[in-house]
């Protein structure tokens, strides 16, 4: 272990930086076949991939980087809780699932939405 363990927080941090690396790159994607369909094929896949690249200059650019963390954990933090809305619902149409299960989905699709609505960067 001695040998092992000082290069180990290496490899934590290369897997960290290229796991948000491959969210990015697949957000990028996503964004720019959205507004190609959003605007029913008017803007083109590469021009749509230059309109949200500059939007995400311009968001880095004039917000302060903690905020845009803190408003992305949010948002997250809402699309959970409505991931467990729509376990629920799925859950009592079909009949699947304990209704512990389904407790659960409450409880922690709850505790998503106060993180949503009362959550604060870690800086303070």
Same mark, same amino acid.
């Given at each position: 272990?001695?040998?092992? %363990? ?7 941090? #290369? ?24 605007? =029913? =094929? ?6 749509? /991939? ?6 995400? #200059? ?15 954990? =949010? %948002?997250?933090?809402? /699309? ?21 299960? =389904? ?22």
């Amino acid at each position: 272990m001695e040998l092992i %363990a000082p290069a180990l927080g290496l490899f934590v941090l #290369i897997g960290a930086v290229a796991s948000q690396l491959s969210a990015a790159v697949a957000d990028s994607i996503g964004s720019g076949g959205l507004i190609n369909e959003v605007s =029913r =094929r008017t803007i083109s896949v590469p021009l749509a /991939f230059l309109l949200a690249g500059g939007l995400a #200059i311009v968001i880095v650019w004039l917000t302060d980087p903690f905020e845009v963390v803190a408003l992305s954990s =949010r %948002a997250f933090a809402l /699309f959970y809780a409505l991931q467990c809305v729509l376990a629920l619902i799925v859950s009592i149409r079909t009949g699947a699932g304990t209704t512990a299960q =389904r407790l659960g989905f409450v409880a922690i699709g709850l505790v998503c939405l106060i993180a949503a609505a009362v959550g604060a960067p870690a800086e303070g």
